[in-house]
């Protein structure tokens, strides 16, 4: 009941805080976001409550063939992936990482009661996410089948059904800290993550129709759910929600609540052993994951004040050199960087051989070129929104420091742009010659291809080095908060306006050549170099822009 009580209030905390941060902030740019993310969400409602009725007409028109209780357990399986990933990430951090332990363990509660309420706070939160992504539909399944208890119903397998995986997720976590150290439990935590979001996307691959289909054959049968016996299977969670469910909207309430009493039995259950084991587990690991601290050896430390790159300014190689140590040794930022990559490669790389051959099929020439660049605009997009914004808000509270001493802002903005654009630049220049290895466009039209990746990775970093500063987070504690949401919908914005005007330009080129007989490739080439021009004027305004928005950071 103690866990209970603090989840509560840790809630109740949470919830005031949000409230003073965005509606009683009394800042109107805090209030009109908040305005604006409600009328996102109405109108995301609306348009989920119109396609649900869409699709209760069309099930009263069509004879539809899946078995009901079979997708609800799908349904239920696949929430419990999404469960697990969260719990994942959750866990680390607010069982072991969280700034506000210290303070809520130094108060008279035990240390079970506090980890238990940090799980409610948890289960409260996945709860009230569901309900926000779900409730349009169960309304109007409500309203479609005259039984208006439905919303109540699932809102109790909501709350009832993400316990056990919660709880079990942070045993697992706080049992991991007993082996490795705290320093590497998050890098390992996220690789389980990735690992398991691989898994999942593979398995969505292997077993969904939709995506086993080549996409150019016809089908010769209709269109069926995956076959996993498990997920209904009786003894298992997802079996009981689905059944419960499935009696939920059929109106059966005895055999409903009759599946919902063993998932209150073993939610109930879990949670009361996995309280009292948490509190040993944190205990012991936490004292064995207490480093020992070690004494530098003067060579070491007279090895480390060596310049480490050459060709660049000390103090732009000390930042750049700084960053490159946070980003390697925090993996969960190197691997979120990776993700999108990885399941475009789930996605499209089974199907690299047929996509090869029909871009070949182009021949040599512009347009088998430009498609080649395709996965180092996707790695482009991703290694430049979360490395350019994050570039100045990764120094933190430290920025002080370098504000105090006599290097410039603009130093400050120049170390950042050689920190996120050398990297970036590196790996969708080594992307994009892969690619065109493979198509073999010709030289001269990959040679060009790949100058056009090459400058304008390194430009959109910039551009998005000097977005990043104009919107810089210093106070965070949570590295998943240094970007400014604002920073990321301009970042995203102008990325999407520069390559469209690009793309564009390329385009009108190519038309133009096939109009007036000009040679292809001197109008092609023309094209490309107004695009790098047009890049670096952009990426410079940027910069220069941050800049100003930094100098007031300045002393003295």
């Not at 929600?241 to 039995?265: C, F, Q, T, V």
């Not at 070491?300 to 750049?320: D, E």
């Not at 996120?420 to 220049?429: F, N, S």
Request: net charge positive.
């Amino acid at each position: 009941m103690q866990g209970l009580e603090v989840g509560l209030l840790l809630w109740r905390a949470q919830l005031q805080m949000f409230l003073n941060q965005t509606i009683r902030s009394g800042k109107p740019g805090r209030i009109a976001g908040t305005i604006i993310a409600a009328a996102v969400i109405v109108l995301a409602w609306a348009w989920e409550a119109f396609v649900t009725w869409l699709a209760i007409q069309a099930a009263h028109r069509v004879p539809v063939l899946f078995d009901d209780l079979h997708l609800l357990s799908l349904a239920f399986l696949a929430y419990t992936a999404v469960l697990v990933f969260s719990s994942l990430v959750f866990s680390f951090n607010a069982l072991l990482l969280n700034p506000d332990l210290d303070l809520l363990l130094a108060a008279p509660r035990p240390v079970e009661s506090i980890l238990a309420g940090r799980m409610v706070v948890q289960v409260l939160r996945l709860f009230l996410l569901s309900l926000l992504f779900t409730a349009p539909a169960l309304i109007v399944l409500a309203v479609a089948n005259h039984n208006a208890l439905i919303p109540f119903g699932f809102a109790a397998l909501y709350l009832l059904y993400p316990v056990y995986v919660v709880v079990i997720i942070s045993l697992l976590s706080l049992l991991l800290v007993r082996f490795i150290p705290v320093g590497r439990g998050r890098e390992v935590l996220t690789l389980f993550g990735v690992v398991l979001a691989l898994g999942i996307n593979l398995l969505n691959f292997l077993l969904n129709p939709a995506l086993r289909d080549s996409g150019f054959t016809r089908r010769s049968q209709a269109p069926s759910l995956p076959d996993i016996p498990v997920a209904s299977a009786p003894w298992l969670p997802s079996g009981w929600a689905g059944r419960s469910a499935d009696a939920i909207l059929s109106g059966n309430w005895l055999s409903a609540i009759g599946w919902i009493l063993p998932l209150l039995a073993a939610s109930a259950a879990i949670f009361v052993v996995g309280t009292i084991i948490s509190g040993r587990l944190y205990l012991a690991g936490w004292i064995q994951a207490v480093p020992p601290r070690r004494r530098q050896t003067g060579s070491a430390r007279g090895r480390r004040l060596k310049g480490a790159l050459p060709l660049i300014h000390p103090v732009l190689a000390a930042i750049v050199v700084k960053d490159w140590r946070m980003r390697t040794r925090d993996l969960a930022q190197l691997v979120r960087f990776a993700m999108p990559v990885a399941f475009l490669f789930i996605i499209f790389g089974l199907r690299f051989p047929r996509l090869l051959g029909s871009i070949r099929s182009l021949g040599e020439g512009p347009a088998a070129a430009m498609l080649g660049l395709i996965p180092a605009w996707v790695l482009l997009f991703s290694l430049s929104i979360s490395l350019g914004l994050t570039a100045v808000s990764l120094e933190g509270p430290a920025i002080w420091v370098f504000a105090a001493s006599p290097n410039t802002t603009l130093r400050l903005l120049q170390g950042k742009c050689w920190s996120t654009a050398l990297p970036t630049t590196t790996v969708v220049a080594l992307l994009a010659v892969i690619a065109e290895i493979f198509i073999r466009p010709g030289w001269l039209w990959a040679a060009t291809a790949v100058l056009l990746a090459i400058a304008q990775a390194a430009t959109l970093t910039i551009l998005m080095v000097g977005i990043g500063a104009v919107f810089a987070r210093f106070d965070w504690t949570d590295a998943r908060r240094m970007l400014h949401p604002a920073a990321a919908f301009i970042g995203m914005a102008s990325f999407g306006i520069v390559t469209g005007a690009s793309a564009l330009v390329l385009g009108i080129s190519l038309a133009l050549a096939s109009a007036t007989g000009f040679p292809e490739f001197t109008t092609w080439l023309a094209a490309v170099t107004v695009s790098i021009g047009g890049a670096i004027a952009v990426a410079a305004l940027g910069v220069l822009v941050g800049n100003e928005r930094l100098r007031g950071l300045e002393l003295g």
